[in-house]
C-alpha cells in the first residue's frame, strides 16, 4: 500500500456540521451489506504508530467519501514489542522495523510533520511544519513521550553507555541496552539494579521482563552467585498493578534470590560514579551503586497533548493524558475528538494489544458520531502482554478494568507460564501485530 496525493484539507472553509450530520445520518440507513458509510468528514489523525495506523486503515475502509490526514513525522515503523527480545540478545533491530508508508492506506493523505499545537475551539491542528489543519474530527494518537530527562543526570543517549541500559527509546537503544549487559557479563560480577517509574508505561510488564530475561543470562553464564541482583519500585511490595501478577513475580524473585527495594524512586544519577539516586515516599534519598542499571523513564502524553486543552484538567491523569471517557474513549469535553493507544488516560489500556481491542470501538463510535448517534462501543480495559519469566517460558496475562482477568484462549490460563506462550510471543505476535495495523482484526 501506499500514500496517494489526495487532495491536501489544508485551511479550507468549514462546513456546516448540521449539514454533515444530516447527510451522513440519511446515508447511515443504507444497509451495512452495500458496504461504507458515507460521510464528507475532514477527519484528522495525529500519530503514525501502531494505533494512528490501526483508525486509519479502519476509517478508510468503514467511510466512503471522507477526507482521512494521517500526521506523523516518523518515517520508520517500529515494532515496540520486539525491544525486549533485542535488548534480551535474541533479535537483532532490522526485525523490528518497517517503514511507516508501507501501511497507509491509498486513500490517505499523510503529513509527515509532527502537531505542534492544538485548538480545539477552532478545530484546528498545527504542525511543525508551519500547516494548519482544519477538521471536523479529530483522532489522537500521540503515543507516550519518555521522560529521561526528569531523572537528573539522564537522557536518552546515554543508553549504552556507562552500564545504563533502558528498553524504551526505539531498537538502537534497546540493542545498546544488550550491549551494556553484555559488558555485565563479560565482567563475571557485579551488582545489577532493575528500575521502574512512578507514572503509568506502556506495556507495564517490560520492567519485569528485562529483569527475568538478565535473570536467565545470568543463570545462563554460570556465575549467578556472583552477581547481586535488585529491583527497585516507588510502590509498597508492589511491580504490577494486578494482584495475581504481582504475587507471582515477587515470590519468584524471591527463590531467584533478587532484592526487592520498595517505596524509592529513581530521581537522579551520576554515570561516571555508576551511582543512583532513589527518593521515598518521605522526601528522603538512598544513593545505591551499580554495574548496570536498567531504568524505566516516568511517561506522559507528549508535551503537544499534555499541555493542551485536550489533557485531563483533574484526577490522577491531570495535565498528563489525553481526558477520554475510558469506555466510549470519545473526549470528555470534545465530542468531535476520540483518543487511542498510549496517550489516553484511562486506568489501563497501554499495550499493542489493547490498540487491537481499542481500534474497533472507536471506528465504531466514530461511525455512529458521524451519523448523529450516541457512542454504541465500549472498551472494557483490555490489556495484554506475554509476560517472560524467563529465556523460554512465559505467561499470557490478559486484564481489564479493575484487574479483572480476561483469557482470550480456552487452553492457555492466564496465570500459569508455558513454552507455548514464549513462542507465542518469539514468533506468533509479531505477524498479528501488522494485521492490526492493516485494521484486518
Ligand atoms: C519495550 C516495549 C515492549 C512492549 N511490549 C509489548 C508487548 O509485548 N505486547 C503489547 O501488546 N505491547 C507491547 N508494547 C507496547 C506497544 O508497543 C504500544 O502500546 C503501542 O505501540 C501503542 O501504540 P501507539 O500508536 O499508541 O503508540 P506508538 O506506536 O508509540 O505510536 C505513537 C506515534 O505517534 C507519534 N507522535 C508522537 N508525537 C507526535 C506529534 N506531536 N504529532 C504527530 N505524531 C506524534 C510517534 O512518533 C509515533 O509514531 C511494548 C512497548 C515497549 C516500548
Redesign the pocket.
Known amino acids: 500500500m501506499a500514500a496517494n496525493n489526495y487532495p491536501p484539507t489544508l485551511n479550507r472553509g468549514r462546513r456546516s456540521w448540521l449539514q454533515l450530520g444530516l447527510g451522513a445520518g440519511a446515508l447511515s440507513l443504507v444497509p451495512a451489506a452495500l458496504g461504507a458509510q458515507q460521510s464528507s468528514a475532514r477527519i484528522v489523525i495525529?500519530?503514525?504508530?501502531?494505533?494512528?495506523?490501526?483508525i486509519a486503515n479502519r476509517l478508510s475502509r468503514a467511510l466512503r467519501g471522507a477526507r482521512l490526514t494521517l500526521?506523523?513525522?516518523?518515517q520508520a515503523?517500529?515494532?515496540?514489542?520486539?525491544?525486549?527480545l533485542i535488548?534480551s540478545g535474541l533479535w537483532q533491530p532490522h526485525r523490528v522495523l518497517t517503514q511507516?508508508r508501507d501501511w497507509l492506506p491509498a486513500d490517505l493523505q499523510w503529513i509527515d510533520?509532527?502537531?505542534?499545537a492544538f485548538d480545539p475551539q477552532r478545530r484546528q491542528v498545527s504542525?511543525?511544519s508551519g500547516q494548519t489543519l482544519d477538521y471536523d474530527l479529530l483522532v489522537v494518537?500521540?503515543?507516550?513521550?519518555l521522560n529521561y530527562d526528569e531523572i537528573e543526570g539522564m537522557s536518552a543517549d546515554r543508553v549504552g553507555r556507562d552500564g545504563i541500559g533502558s528498553?524504551?527509546a526505539g531498537p538502537d537503544k534497546?540493542s545498546a541496552t544488550n550491549a551494556a549487559f553484555e559488558e555485565l557479563l563479560r565482567k563475571g560480577e557485579g551488582r545489577a539494579l532493575f528500575t521502574l517509574c512512578d507514572t503509568p508505561l506502556?506495556?507495564a510488564?517490560?520492567p519485569l521482563?528485562?529483569t527475568f530475561t538478565s535473570l536467565s543470562r545470568l543463570e545462563a553464564s554460570g556465575r549467578r552467585a556472583a552477581f547481586d541482583v535488585g529491583f527497585v519500585t516507588p510502590f509498597e511490595q508492589q511491580v504490577f498493578a494486578v494482584p495475581v501478577y504481582n504475587q507471582f513475580v515477587l515470590q519468584r524473585w524471591q527463590e531467584q534470590q533478587l532484592t526487592l527495594l520498595d517505596q524509592r524512586r529513581l530521581t537522579a544519577i551520576d554515570p561516571g560514579a555508576r551511582q543512583a539516586q532513589f527518593t521515598r515516599p518521605d522526601g528522603s534519598h538512598a544513593v545505591e551503586s551499580y554495574d548496570y542499571l536498567h531504568l524505566v523513564p516516568p511517561m506522559s502524553a507528549?508535551?503537544?497533548?499534555r499541555r493542551s486543552e485536550l489533557a485531563w484538567q483533574q484526577g490522577p491523569f491531570a495535565g498528563q493524558w489525553l481526558e477520554v471517557d475510558q469506555y466510549t474513549l470519545q473526549h470528555r469535553r470534545y465530542p468531535e475528538i476520540f483518543g487511542?493507544?498510549?496517550?489516553v488516560g484511562t486506568p489501563f489500556g497501554?499495550?499493542?494489544?489493547?490498540?487491537?481491542k481499542q481500534a474497533p470501538v472507536v471506528e465504531q463510535n466514530i461511525l455512529d458520531y458521524l451519523a448523529g448517534r450516541e457512542p454504541s462501543a465500549h472498551y472494557n480495559g483490555y490489556?495484554?502482554?506475554?509476560l517472560i519469566t524467563s529465556i523460554g517460558r512465559a505467561m499470557l496475562a490478559e486484564f481489564g478494568y479493575g484487574g479483572e482477568l480476561m483469557p482470550t484462549f480456552p487452553f492457555i490460563s492466564p496465570t500459569e507460564e508455558s513454552w507455548a506462550v514464549w513462542v507465542m510471543?518469539e514468533k506468533m505476535?509479531q505477524p498479528a501485530?501488522y494485521a492490526m495495523l492493516e485494521g484486518r482484526v
Not at 500526521?71 to 516518523?74: E, Q
Not at 494518537?141 to 513521550?145: E, F, R, V
Request: net charge positive; with cysteine; charged share 15%.
Open positions: 495525529v500519530g503514525a504508530g501502531a494505533a494512528g495506523l490501526a500526521v506523523g513525522a516518523r515503523h517500529h515494532y515496540q514489542p520486539g525491544f525486549t535488548a511507516t510533520a509532527d502537531a505542534s504542525l511543525t494518537a500521540s503515543g507516550c513521550q528498553v524504551y534497546a506502556k506495556c510488564g517490560a521482563k528485562m507528549p508535551d503537544v497533548v487511542i493507544g498510549d496517550v497501554k499495550t499493542a494489544a489493547s490498540v487491537k490489556t495484554s502482554c506475554p510471543k505476535l501485530y
